[in-house]
C-alpha cells in the first residue's frame, strides 16, 4: 500500500531531498558568509554587531560563566562541530581510509604539505611582528566548502578522488585541533585541566563497561569535560575532539544475527491479530518496541550520533558561525591593502602553500615510493584537489578568532581568507571541470 503524502509531507520532503544532496552544505554555508558581508556593509552592521556582543550566563551564584553571544558560538557550537570532527576521525582510523595504513599514506603526507607550507610562507612574511601570532590561519581546510565544489561536478568525480579530499580534509581538521591545542592556549589551570582529565576517565570507563546509552556520555562530556576545559584556558573545542573519542564504536549484535532475529520479530508481527482502525494492539506494540530495541542494538553509538549530529553542524552550527564571524567592512577597503603583511601571508599561503605544499609533497613521496597514485589520477587532478583543500574559510576564521584580538588585524586577516578561498575554489573548480572525463574511472 503507497503512503499517501500529508501536507507537512509536501513541505518537509523537497528540505530533506535538499538537506541530502552534497553539495547543500556548502550552498548554505556560502549563503551565510553572503548574508553576513552584506549586513556588515549596511546600516544595520552596528545593531547586528550589538546583538553578538549580548552576555550570557550559564551556572549558578559563585560558579557561572559569563560571556557574549559570539563567544558562546566560537567555543560552545564549534564545540559540536569538532566534536563531529572526532566522531568522523574515530570512524576513518577504525574502519576508513584511515585504517589501511597503504590508503592513508597519501592523504597524510599530502595533509602535512598542505598544513607546513602556508604556515611557513605566512611566517616568512609577518615574521618579527605580532602578526605573526597568524600562522595558524592558511593551515586549514573548509571541507564542506572543498566538498560542495567537488560535488557541483556531478558524477564526472570518481570515488576515490571524493574519499581522499574527505580524508586529506579530516587529516587536516586534525592538525588543526592539535595546533590549538598547543599554540592557542594560554593562562593555563592545571586544576581544571585535572577535573577535565577525570571526566575524560570516566567517559573511557564507561566505555570498557559497555555503556551505550548516549546520554551518560553527553552529561560526562558537557557537564564535565567541556565545562572544565573551558575554564581551564585550553581551548574547549579540544574537549569536543577528546569526548568524540570515547564513545563507543562497537554493536551488542552482530549483523547475522540482527537478521535473524528481524526475520522472527517481522513473522510475529505478521502473526499479531488485525485491528479494523488505524490503532495498534498492545502485542503489535510490543513487537514493534522489541524491533526498535533490536535495531539499536546493531548502531554503533559512534555512526548513531554521527549520523543525528552531521545535519545539525551543517545547517545551523556551521551557517550560525559564518554568520557571526564572515562578516567584513569594505569602507575604505583599497586593494592595495591586500599587499599588507597579514592579507598577503594568508592568500599566498592558502594559494600558493597549499596548493605547492600538497603537490609537492606527494610528488616527492611518489618518486621515491611511499605513496602511489590512484589508478588514473594525474597531478593536475591532483593539482584542482590541492586547490579546493586551500579554501579556508571556517577553520581559518575561527583560528583567526584564536590568533588575533586587534579588530584591524581580524578585520585584514579576513579579507585575506575570504578572497584566498574565492580564487581557490573557482581555480579548483575549472581545473577538475575540464581535466575530469564524464566516464572517467579511478578505482
Not at 573545542?237 to 551488542?252: D, E, M, N, Y
Request: net charge neutral.
Amino acid at each position: 500500500m503507497q503512503t499517501i503524502p500529508t501536507p507537512i509531507d509536501r513541505i518537509r520532503n523537497p528540505i530533506k531531498q535538499f538537506m541530502n544532496s552534497s553539495s547543500s552544505s556548502g550552498v548554505v554555508l556560502f549563503v551565510s558568509a553572503l548574508l553576513s558581508l552584506i549586513i556588515a556593509n549596511t546600516a544595520a552592521a552596528g545593531f547586528v554587531d550589538s546583538i553578538w556582543q549580548i552576555n550570557f550566563k550559564i551556572g549558578f551564584e559563585g560558579f557561572k560563566v559569563s560571556k557574549p553571544l559570539i563567544y558562546w558560538i566560537n567555543d560552545g557550537l564549534m564545540s559540536m562541530f569538532f566534536f563531529v570532527v572526532g566522531l568522523e576521525l574515530k570512524r576513518e582510523i577504525l574502519e576508513g581510509e584511515l585504517s589501511r595504513p597503504r590508503n592513508a599514506l597519501l592523504p597524510i603526507v599530502a595533509g602535512l604539505g598542505g598544513m607546513l607550507a602556508p604556515a611557513i610562507i605566512y611566517w616568512s612574511i609577518n615574521m618579527g611582528t605580532d602578526a605573526a601570532a597568524g600562522w595558524g590561519i592558511p593551515m586549514a581546510t573548509d571541507i564542506a566548502f572543498a566538498l560542495g565544489v567537488l560535488y557541483l561536478l556531478g558524477d564526472r568525480v570518481p570515488l576515490s578522488l571524493k574519499i581522499f579530499l574527505t580524508a586529506l580534509a579530516i587529516i587536516d581538521d586534525l592538525g588543526a585541533v592539535m595546533v590549538i591545542a598547543f599554540f592557542y592556549t594560554s593562562d593555563i589551570s592545571l586544576t581544571n585541566v585535572g577535573i577535565g582529565m577525570l571526566f575524560l576517565t570516566a567517559m573511557i570507563l564507561a566505555n570498557r563497561m559497555g555503556v551505550r546509552n548516549v546520554i551518560v556520555y553527553g552529561v560526562l562530556g558537557i557537564g564535565g569535560l567541556w565545562l572544565a576545559f573551558l575554564l581551564s584556558g585550553v581551548h574547549a573545542t579540544i574537549a569536543a575532539v577528546l569526548a568524540a573519542f570515547t564513545i563507543p564504536a562497537s554493536v551488542r549484535i552482530s549483523k547475522d544475527t540482527y537478521s535473524k532475529q528481524m526475520e522472527g520479530l517481522l513473522q510475529k508481527f505478521k502473526d499479531c491479530a488485525p485491528t479494523s482502525s488505524s490503532m495498534i494492539t498492545p502485542e503489535m506494540q510490543e513487537v514493534l518496541d522489541d524491533i526498535k530495541i533490536t535495531t539499536d542494538s546493531a548502531i554503533p553509538p559512534l555512526q548513531k550520533l554521527e549520523h543525528a549530529m552531521h545535519p545539525m553542524v551543517a545547517f545551523v552550527v556551521m551557517p550560525i558561525f559564518a554568520l557571526a564571524n564572515a562578516g567584513v567592512s569594505f569602507s575604505g577597503f583599497t586593494f592595495g591593502a591586500l599587499s599588507n603583511p597579514i592579507p598577503a601571508g594568508i592568500i599566498m599561503g592558502l594559494l600558493l602553500g597549499k596548493t605547492i605544499g600538497i603537490v609537492a609533497f606527494v610528488f616527492i613521496t611518489n618518486k621515491i615510493g611511499i605513496v602511489k597514485l590512484p589508478t588514473g589520477m594525474t597531478y593536475l587532478h591532483l593539482l584542482g584537489v590541492a586547490l579546493l583543500a586551500a579554501i579556508g574559510f571556517t577553520m581559518s576564521l575561527f583560528i583567526t578568532s584564536l590568533a588575533f584580538n586587534n579588530p584591524d588585524y581580524i578585520t585584514e586577516a579576513k579579507i585575506g581568507i575570504l578572497l584566498a578561498s574565492f580564487v581557490a575554489g573557482i581555480l579548483g573548480y575549472f581545473i577538475l571541470k575540464f581535466s575530469l572525463k564524464p566516464t572517467e574511472d579511478f578505482q
